[in-house]
């Protein structure tokens, strides 16, 4: 590894990416392609990357100390596992909202109030995001859930739920996230 100098490092955060190099395959909401772009030094970096819509995250609490959290099948994984309400936002430009909609087709609730908190990158070759929001002042107001999902909605506190989304088979990182880090900074939010 090479040492850097302050300096070298600010300008590091100016990099950008060149134009792709070549698509490999795009399709069912999906991108993959390679790509290079610039290291600080000059030299060069190649690499497969994948590109899709965003994804929101809610932290949706129905009540004080009720967290909602979701038992979901994954036929993939050939499991249930928990995890925040969450979807990509594929159907429209806002991640607003897309969280709205989501909320509302996983749970059953429109939130009052919709607070966008953090945003998540999973890696540098995987080109989206997970926007994570927090949602109060909820009323009924459900829409069609997608035919392609077995959902359960569970109201827990924010401790059961974060020990629910641990103990899966498979964790669903973004909500251990969420609701970790809402539990250490995020109540007062």
Known sequence: MMPCSAAQETDALDVRYTA??????????????VDEASLPDGRRKKVARIERADSVNILAFPSPGKL???REYRPYYG??????????VDKEKDIVAG????????TGYRAGS??????????????????????KDLTEDPLPQDADEMIEVHLLTPEEALKNIEE????HAVSAYAVRRWMGEGKMA
């Open 20 to 33: 792709p190099v070549s698509d490999l395959y795009s399709g069912h909401g999906w991108r993959v392609f």
């Open 68 to 70: 909602i959290v979701l």
């Open 79 to 88: 499991a249930y596992i928990w995890m925040l309400p969450s979807g990509r």
């Open 99 to 106: 969280a709205q909609r989501e909320l509302q087709e996983e």
């Open 114 to 135: 919709l607070k966008h908190l953090w945003t998540v990158h999973h890696s540098e070759s995987m080109n989206f995001a997970n926007h994570i929001f927090l949602a």
């Open 168 to 171: 899966s088979a498979k964790v």
